[in-house]
């Protein structure tokens, strides 16, 4: 009789942690569908890891000067003329 009391519990452990890892699975996919996306992990910064991507704004002084844009002259590009192509390859050997 004791040995089907063991069995009971040992089965019913078991039973319990296949229950709670199907409850994580279950949690997570959901989670992952419907959760938090990766765009909004800043405000899920983890204490002590750096971030990829603000490095150079923590770095940078926030009263630097902007440099002044210069305004580039417009240039068109000359356009080829059909048959130049055959033009300039007709000297080299094939």
């Known amino acids: ?11 019913i452990k078991e039973l319990e942690q296949q229950v709670r890892l199907l409850k994580e699975q279950v949690d997570f996919l959901t989670r992952k569908p419907y959760g938090t996306k990766s765009e909004k992990t800043s405000a899920l ?10 490095e150079l704004e923590s770095c940078a002084d926030p009263d630097a000067h902007e440099p002044d844009l210069v305004e580039v002259e417009k240039h068109l590009r000359k356009r080829k003329h059909a048959g130049q192509r ?6 080299i050997p094939r």
């Open 86 to 91: 055959e033009e300039l390859i007709k000297d």
């Open 45 to 54: 910064e983890i204490e002590g890891q750096m971030s990829l991507f603000n």
């Open 1 to 11: 009789m004791p040995d089907i009391g063991q069995e009971y519990k040992k089965q």
